[in-house]
Nanobody, 126 residues
Framework: QVQLVESGGGSVQAGGSLRLSCAAS????????VAWVRQALGKEREGVAI????????DYADSVAGRFTISQDKAKNTVYLQMDSLKPEDTAMYFC???????????????????WGQGIQVTVSS
């Protein structure tokens, strides 16, 4: 079972930046995709960014496109989420999720699919 550990969360003012990291115990051999999924208080989980580890293709939710960038460092078994121009509505618990076959399921926030980290809080104040 691949272990995922998130780091880099915290509190920031609107307009600021944060970079989240997701360190995986194993990487490309067992994973086809890694996603960042967030859940705000009282709301459903939503995928915000996903990277397909083989070719590096990325996709973003409309709400973060142009502000967030997902990237990978295969040598470090790590996926990053650079978050710029943060807004109060970006406040949420952010989870790193990975899968071999269930990429669409983790994008949809289904925790029964794939592998998930413990999550890390991001708080953006106005």
């Amino acid at each position: 079972q691949v272990q995922l550990v998130e780091s880099g969360g915290g509190s920031v003012q609107a307009g600021g930046s944060l970079r989240l990291s997701c360190a995986a115990s194993e990487y490309t051999v067992r994973l086809n995709c890694v996603a960042w999924v967030r859940q705000a208080l009282g709301k459903e989980r939503e995928g915000v960014a996903i990277i397909y580890t083989g070719g590096g293709r990325t996709d973003y939710a409309d709400s973060v496109a142009g502000r967030f960038t997902i990237s990978q460092d295969k040598a470090k078994n790590t996926v990053y989420l650079q978050m710029d121009s943060l807004k109060p509505e970006d406040t949420a618990m952010y989870f790193c999720a990975a899968a071999r076959l269930a990429c669409s399921s983790i994008w949809a926030g289904r925790r029964a699919s794939g592998m998930w980290g413990q999550g890390i809080q991001v708080t953006v104040s106005s």
